[in-house]
């Protein structure tokens, strides 16, 4: 699965895996996420992944040249939750648009966790 | 030499000021916002955090540093807009903390509050990319922490620090290529040292109020996205609809056209010659009725939503000790793991493992016990991790004499079950999951550490009973009488250019102060790999490994 594009020297294919990698070192960087999580995956064992496995937590769908993201996140205990979500919309849409050219219509941020940083 | 204290007044003071200045320069900090997301909003952004926290001034009592810290860093908070401005209210939640309860404190202590307040912020991202406002907060912070020492004087110490401050902001483009691509610095490192010079200059010539009031219009605006009761009273569906409709997939959309206008939430999705439809609706028996042109339903399920919230809040203590797997009865694939150590069974059942096998090396378990467990899962497919080598027999003979259907993902490990778990997602069918879950155990390459059982010489190696031998491939790659030793001698061998991740699973016995030793000692060795160390309670082992 991917989306593929014809150009006059042969064609261009990007994974859903490759989506999910760049919207999931987007989302790492982002301020008040501590961690990623997995779909389904329960509390208290977000330790459990590596931080570096940038595209677990991250669920792609691509629709034609739309894509829609889903994330599953651990924040830090002590931000505005609605607040950094936004931020990671923001900045995660703008990395996938700016990287592969592809519409993300839906970056939805899930989250997951809560862990207490001191 | 002058020995300051700081009050509450004064961080008023400074507050005011603060917020003085990043409303005289918000629109310069607006156009240098290149990154993370270049719209530039980062100077209104950290204007109206900054605003939403001076207006709790109003509400303090009392004037001791306590008070005032806390008022302006719960302002902050709910007030934070962008990432600038959530920075900004963790910094200031920081400083908070340090402040708590005191009425005043000295100068140094205002210092390190400032290394605690930035520290605390580095740890609330994954990856903090250097070149932004946070690397700005630790060059002024330093700055602080310098001046404070020879000097007890605020406003000295503060100005040495914004000097700092600005160097570090000097250097950001260098930090970060989106800055110097631009020809920027840090919009928000640069915002921070404009609210500080705002504040030393408030702290000086006690200026400003009018500046203030000016804004109070704009102020109003800062309200908290999403007030906190109003998730509870949204009831504007009451009824939560979901069946099963047996038609064509391609109608998919002509049935979702059908039935949009009736409700909210509404989710879609096939599965073969099945649509799930999941919507919240208050006219339930109009939707059954459209979809049922389509085909025939079933498995219809209608809550009432406003029933579950009451139950869910009165219902709290015993929906903890509900089994893991409560919506088990729906679920399309259940999994069945084999495990040993309460560690890694919480672990798997954490993951989503709905029926655990006892058992593992040197306790293998019947393969009846494969057969009950698979009967027992509330799925209607399973996927089965025997996690060890001698198991995947056993499940397959469990398989052939089973009626429903079950797939074997021969996981010869523990940890490597776990890596296939990650993969799994409860959206794909059987074939897909399995088919990503075998894939996953491609990558991951495991290790153990254990103890002989009796002498043996192996190769060249002469192994005595009870030494700690490290195994990987089913080969003895180290022996001797230090488990660190063991370990690193076992990661040398596993650990290769392209892994990314090691994980520690610690047996029963070991204690965790080890396995962190153990696990810092890895982090040394191999900078670039990530190091996680999970408390396994296994027997047998003391440490199972993997590398992926």
Request: proline fraction near 3%.
């Amino acid at each position: 699965m991917g989306e593929s594009q014809q150009t006059d020297y042969g064609k261009i294919e990007i994974t859903e895996e490759a989506l999910a990698t760049i919207a999931g070192a987007a989302a790492v960087r982002c301020y008040g996420i501590v961690g990623m999580v997995p779909r389904g995956l329960r509390q208290g064992v977000s330790e459990i992944l590596g931080k570096d496995d940038l595209n677990k937590g991250v669920e792609v769908r691509q629709e034609g040249s739309n894509v829609k993201i889903d994330l599953w996140v651990v924040m830090c205990y002590g931000v505005k939750m609605a607040e950094v979500a936004r931020n990671v919309m923001e900045t995660v849409r703008y990395e996938v648009e700016k990287m592969t050219g592809l519409h993300a219509i839906e970056v939805n941020v899930n989250v997951v966790g809560v862990r207490i940083i001191k | 030499m002058d020995h300051d204290v700081v009050t509450g007044e004064q961080v008023r003071q400074l507050f005011l000021g603060g917020l003085a200045a990043i409303a005289e320069h918000q629109k310069e900090i607006d156009r240098l916002n290149v990154f993370p997301v270049p719209d530039g909003d980062t100077g209104r952004n950290m204007y109206l955090t900054m605003a939403a926290a001076v207006k709790e001034l109003d509400k303090v009592n009392g004037v001791g540093i306590g008070s005032v810290g806390e008022a302006v860093a719960r302002g902050s908070l709910l007030g934070a807009r962008g990432n600038s401005g959530v920075i900004l209210s963790q910094l200031i939640r920081g400083l908070a903390d340090s402040m708590k309860g005191k009425e005043r404190i000295s100068v140094q202590e205002f210092a390190q509050a400032w290394q605690n307040a930035v520290s605390s912020a580095y740890r609330a991202v994954i990856k903090p990319v250097e070149g932004t406002m946070l690397t700005v907060a630790r060059g002024f912070t330093q700055g602080m922490n310098e001046a404070a020492v020879s000097s007890g004087e605020l406003k000295k110490v503060l100005a040495h620090a914004i000097q700092r401050g600005y160097q570090t902001l000097r250097q950001t483009p260098e930090m970060l290529p989106a800055l110097k691509k631009a020809g920027v610095v840090d919009a928000g490192g640069k915002g921070l040292l404009v609210i500080l010079e705002g504040g030393l200059q408030a702290l000086g010539d006690g200026m400003l109020q009018p500046a203030v009031s000016d804004r109070q219009q704009e102020i109003n605006v800062v309200t908290p996205l999403l007030s906190p009761n109003e998730a509870e009273d949204d009831f504007t569906y009451l009824y939560c609809t979901e069946f099963l409709l047996k038609a064509s997939p391609s109608q998919i959309q002509e049935i979702k056209k059908e039935i949009e206008g009736l409700g909210g939430s509404l989710v879609t999705g096939n599965v073969e010659d099945y649509i799930k439809v999941h919507i919240h609706t208050n006219y339930p028996g109009r939707i059954l009725d459209r979809c049922q042109r389509y085909g025939t339903l079933h498995n219809i399920q209608i809550s009432n939503m406003r029933d579950q919230y009451e139950e869910s809040r009165t219902g709290e203590e015993e929906k903890d000790d509900a089994p893991p797997v409560e919506d088990g009865g729906t679920a399309e694939v259940g999994i069945v793991a084999v495990a040993a150590g309460e560690g890694i069974k919480n672990i798997l059942l954490n993951l989503g493992v709905a029926r655990i096998i006892e058992g593992g090396q040197t306790m293998n378990p019947p393969v009846e016990d494969f057969i009950q467990a698979i009967a027992e899962v509330p799925a209607r497919q399973v996927i089965v991790l025997p996690n060890n080598k001698n198991l995947v027999m056993a499940a397959e003979q469990a398989k052939q004499m089973i009626s429903r259907p079950v797939e074997i993902v021969p996981s010869t490990s523990i940890p490597a079950g776990i890596s296939a778990l990650l993969a799994f997602n409860d959206s794909l069918n059987l074939e897909e999951n399995v088919k990503r879950m075998c894939q996953q155990l491609e990558c991951v390459k495991t290790g153990e550490v254990t103890y002989a059982v009796r002498d043996a010489v192996i190769g060249d190696q002469r192994i005595k009973e009870g030494d700690i031998v490290a195994i990987y491939r089913g080969e003895v790659v180290a022996s001797g009488s230090s488990l660190e030793e063991a370990v690193l001698a076992l990661l040398e061998r596993m650990v290769e250019e392209r892994d990314e991740l090691v994980t520690l699973y610690s047996g029963a016995g070991v204690e965790l102060a080890e396995m962190e030793r153990i696990a810092n000692r890895i982090r040394d060795a191999y900078p670039d790999v990530e190091v996680d160390a999970q408390e396994g309670g296994q027997p047998v082992y003391y440490f199972l490994i993997s590398v992926e």
